[in-house]
């Protein structure tokens, strides 16, 4: 069966690459002018691997308008883009297509699901770490582990799931999914919209620390009043290990900053505010952060929502 990859980002890029090299039938889906750039690069990803290998690996690509039908396509467009990639895509899929969210944040998830309330959406949450040196030019950062699951209902583990771990991304099913979402929320939280306001990569933030662990016991009590225990445990000594571990690293956020992108703060700092104004915790510390994100990027005359 092909799988159908909608972005070509980082995660986009990095999915596809790993399919194609393990022999998977990979189809990208991209936007006219996106379809225009791919062809004119002679319709090639360029992939370099956790071992300095480069693969130089020739793709099918098309638009949402035109094709086959989708039984399992991978929405690996950002979080702000979801809602209306699936509503330009869904006329393509059939009874029973499965649908693979990989986005940040919280939000578009439920977003899509309202579209498809009829077929499986899965939700993947991810550690992977991945860049695009240029357009269609990815470069694998980190080996991590990709978390799969389904926001509501049941579903059962795919029989899928063998290839994606064949073609070197390590999956594991997760029956309660939304709180791996909820817990990923908060850590990105805690890093991205920092290393925005400071200008600074991951490593940076360990000059930070103390407003971090204030942020933190916010977004602790944030989750235990949404119902995620387990996603508050030991919430800031998770995120100061992440930082640690990714200190090099240059967050999906500043880097979208750094290129004149959109970011998607109303799927991180700004749900997560949204939902502790709604549930009456404490939000001073969250509050000051989603405004200074806000104002920094005003100031670069990126969006502020």
């Known amino acids: 069966m092909t799988w159908h990859v909608l972005g070509a980002g ?6 596809a690459s790993r399919l194609q090299l393990a022999g998977h039938q990979v189809r990208l889906i991209l936007r006219p002018s996106r379809l225009a750039q791919f062809s004119s690069a002679g319709s ?22 035109a094709g086959l039908p989708i039984q399992r396509l991978v929405l690996a467009c950002k979080a702000y883009s979801a809602a209306e990639a699936i509503t330009g895509i869904r006329h393509r899929l059939r009874p029973g297509s499965q649908i693979i969210l990989l986005q940040n944040g919280i939000g578009c998830q439920q977003q899509v699901h309202e579209l498809l309330p009829n077929h499986p959406v899965l939700v993947a949450s991810t550690t992977e770490g991945a860049w695009l040196k240029e357009a269609f030019h990815c470069i694998h950062a980190g080996q991590g582990q990709t978390l799969l699951g389904r926001l509501r209902g049941q579903e ?14 390590s999956c594991q099913w997760h029956p309660h999914i939304d709180s791996v979402l909820w817990r990923k929320l908060a850590i990105n939280c805690l ?14 933030l360990l000059q930070h620390l103390p407003l971090l662990q204030q942020l933190s016991a916010e977004l602790e009590q944030l989750l235990l009043a949404a119902g995620h225990a387990d996603a508050a445990a ?3 000594s998770a995120a100061r290990h992440v930082i640690t571990g990714t200190a090099t690293n240059t967050s999906s956020m500043l880097q979208d900053v750094q290129h004149g992108r959109r970011t998607e703060i ?3 700092t700004g749900f997560a505010l949204q939902q502790s104004i709604a549930l009456g915790t404490p939000h001073q510390q969250l509050l000051a952060v989603h405004q200074a994100l806000q104002s920094r990027l005003a100031q670069l005359g990126l969006p502020t929502d």
């Open 10 to 15: 980082s995660l986009g890029c990095l999915w």
């Open 44 to 65: 090639n990803i360029l992939f370099t691997d956790l071992q300095q290998q480069q693969h130089r690996l020739a793709l099918h690509a098309e638009t949402a308008c």
């Open 156 to 169: 059962p583990v795919p029989a899928w799931l063998g290839q994606l771990d064949r073609s070197g991304i």
């Open 191 to 204: 890093i991205n919209p920092s290393t925005v306001i400071h200008g600074c990569r991951n490593g940076g």
């Open 234 to 236: 030991n919430l800031f």
């Open 266 to 268: 109303s799927y991180i």
